[in-house]
Nanobody, 123 residues
Framework: QVQLLESGGGLVQAGGSLRLSCAAS????????MGWFRQAPGKERDFVAAIGRSGGNTAYADSVKDRFTISRDNAKNTAYLQMNNLKPEDTAVYYC????????????????WGQGTQVTVSS
C-alpha cells in the first residue's frame, strides 16, 4: 500500500501563496487518482481538488476554482496543490489522499490518507 506525506503548510497573509506537496512511498503514485481535502476546526473534511492518474483530469471545489491548481509528477512520486490568493477561510488542515478506483471527489472513495499539513491564513 502507499504511504503519503504532506508538506508545505504554514502561516501566510491573505492574498499570499503556498504550495503543498504530497510525497508517496511504498507504491508508484501513478497507480492512484489523487485528491486534496481540507478540514477546518469544528467542520467536516471537504473536497478541494482531484487529479487523475495521468494528470489529464482535474476537478475543483467551487470555493477554490481559479485560485488553486492541482498537479502531479509521477516520476517524482509527488502530487502538488498550488494555492494562490489565499483567504482566511482557506485556513484548515490539508490532507492528500489516494484512490485506486474511479476518478472521484468523494471523500469515501479515497483509501489512503496522509497525516495532514496546517495552513493558516491571517487577515
Amino acid at each position: 500500500q502507499v504511504q503519503l506525506l504532506e508538506s508545505g503548510g504554514g502561516l501566510v497573509q491573505a492574498g499570499g501563496s503556498l504550495r503543498l506537496s504530497c510525497a508517496a512511498s511504498g507504491r508508484t503514485l501513478g497507480t492512484y487518482h489523487m485528491g486534496w481535502f481540507r478540514q477546518a476546526p469544528g467542520k467536516e473534511r471537504d473536497f478541494v481538488a482531484a487529479i487523475g492518474r495521468s494528470g489529464g483530469n482535474t476537478a475543483y471545489a467551487d470555493s477554490v476554482k481559479d485560485r488553486f491548481t492541482i498537479s502531479r509528477d509521477n516520476a517524482k512520486n509527488t502530487a502538488y496543490l498550488q494555492m494562490n490568493n489565499l483567504k482566511p477561510e482557506d485556513t484548515a488542515v490539508y490532507y492528500c489522499a489516494a484512490d485506486t478506483g474511479s476518478f472521484s471527489y468523494r471523500l469515501s472513495d479515497y483509501e489512503y490518507w496522509g497525516q495532514g499539513t496546517q495552513v493558516t491564513v491571517s487577515s
